[in-house]
Structures are given as structure tokens and as C-alpha cells.
């Protein structure tokens, strides 16, 4: 099950830095989208501003129709209370650039913890999920095995399995390759591509890795100075951007 994802006018300032300036943007349900640009573009701050992790400063988010940051309450548009916030946010995942797994879990407990401890599941049918889904991510011979022992690819896919074992209807994906050596990162996006291949959940991708995301995604946005530059399908925005600032940047880091 997937869900739509809507922005409207988001803005989001740090001190004197406007990082998002009035970012419209609609994804529609099961659609996989790629997020490319020069650091601090704003990409990471957008998957922020998802995942509750920051608040807009002003504008809308709406998961399915339905505002994350406020809620209706006796025929009027309020701040969201902590119930609503957290069920909202429930059905977004995110994995991140980090591992953050707990060193003194397995892997099988890393994965089964929240879905034992925040969505109440029991200690057998947590661990069968997990099962799942790190067999799905090519670790069904790792369970007992501790972080320490891992490698930085498996370790990644330790944390996709954590967030898919949610069950999410969004999932957010922030550089997730980049702390990897670089011989670790094709198995990991392999992974990636799989999942977008589903279409069960709508996947927001933040990547440096322009042939994945113009292989693996319907739609790619080129961000630049907190604003959304171009916006097209994968093929078009790659082999014909319309943008010359698209077009410089997509020269600059593939020559690279």
C-alpha cells in the first residue's frame, strides 16, 4: 500500500538561510522519485521536514490528502496534537546516510524492535517480520550476527530492512550509499531498484548516483538554492533537461 505525498508552499529557514522557498510539489501514489542537486540545495531538509525530524516554517504537508501538522477539530483547521502527528507520520520510513543501528542488538533484533515496541506486535510475529525482510535484503544468514560484524553494505541493509519492517506507504532514502565504499554500493542500490520495482510503496530518493536515478525512478527534481529548478520524468530530465543550470550540473558530475 502506498500514499501520495503533497507540499504546498514549504518554506523552511535557518537563521538567515532560507534552505526550501515555496516548494509545490504532488507525488503521486506509488511513484518513485529521485532528488538530485548541490549540497545544501535543500533535498535532506525536504526528507526532514517528512519524517517530523523539522517543521515547516510556513506551508502545508499532506500525506494522502491528510495534513501531518494540523488536524480538524470542531469544524476548524488546529495544531496537529501528538496522536495525530504520530499516526501521520507512521505510515512514512526512512533510511538514512548512517547506519544508527544498536550495536548491541543482531540484526534480526535491530529490525523486529519497533515493530514489537511501536506497533505493538508480539516478540514471534516482530521476529518473522524481520525474518522477512532481511531474507528480502539478502541477509537471511545474518540474523545472529552483531553490527560489529557486518560490513558497511550489509549494515545499510540491516537499516532498509528496519524501515521496511513498518510497513510504510511512503519510504525516504537519504544518501544512503554514501558512507559506503564504493565497491559495497552496487548491492545496496540493487536493492533500491527492486523495491521501486514493486510499486508497493511511493519512494523519495536523495542520491548522488545519477545512473540509478535516472534508471530506477519515474520522475527526477533537480534542486538548487532551496528551490525545485526542473521537474520531468527520469529520461527526459536526463538525456533532454530543459533547464541550462539541469543541464550544467548533470555535465559537471558525470564528467566527474
Request: aromatic fraction near 6%; include cysteine.
Amino acid at each position: 500500500m502506498s500514499a501520495s505525498v503533497t507540499l504546498e508552499n514549504i518554506s523552511k529557514r535557518y537563521g538567515d538561510v532560507e534552505v526550501l522557498r515555496g516548494i509545490d510539489l504532488h507525488i503521486p501514489a506509488g511513484q518513485t522519485v529521485a532528488l538530485i542537486g548541490p549540497s545544501g540545495s535543500g533535498k535532506s531538509t525536504l526528507l526532514r521536514l517528512l519524517m517530523t525530524l523539522e517543521r515547516p516554517d510556513a506551508g502545508r504537508v499532506l500525506i494522502d490528502g491528510e495534513s501531518m501538522w494540523t488536524e480538524q477539530r470542531g469544524g476548524r483547521e488546529v495544531p496537529a496534537r501528538a496522536a495525530h502527528l504520530r499516526r501521520v507520520r507512521g505510515r512514512i520510513g526512512m533510511v538514512f546516510q548512517h547506519f544508527n543501528l544498536f550495536p548491541h542488538m543482531t540484526a534480526l533484533r535491530n529490525v523486529a524492535e519497533a515493530p514489537r515496541h511501536v506497533l505493538g506486535l508480539g516478540r514471534e510475529e516482530a521476529e518473522q517480520r524481520a525474518r522477512e525482510y532481511l531474507d528480502m535484503v539478502g541477509l537471511g544468514d545474518k540474523l545472529d550476527q552483531y553490527p560489529g560484524k557486518l560490513s558497511g553494505g550489509q549494515k545499510q541493509r540491516v537499516g532498509i530492512a528496519r524501515a521496511l519492517a513498518m510497513r510504510p506507504e511512503v519510504m525516504l532514502f537519504d544518501e544512503v550509499t554514501s558512507a559506503l565504499d564504493p565497491e559495497l554500493v552496487g548491492g545496496v542500490l540493487e536493492i533500491m531498484r527492486e523495491l521501486s520495482a514493486r510499486r508497493t510503496m511511493t519512494m523519495i530518493i536523495v542520491t548522488h548516483q545519477m545512473k540509478f536515478a535516472e534508471c530506477s525512478s519515474d520522475r527526477t527534481l533537480f534542486f538548487e538554492g532551496g528551490r525545485i529548478v526542473e521537474d520531468g520524468p527520469s529520461a527526459q530530465v536526463f538525456g533532454q533537461p530543459a533547464e541550462a543550470r539541469t543541464r550544467q550540473f548533470l555535465e559537471a558530475v558525470i564528467e566527474a
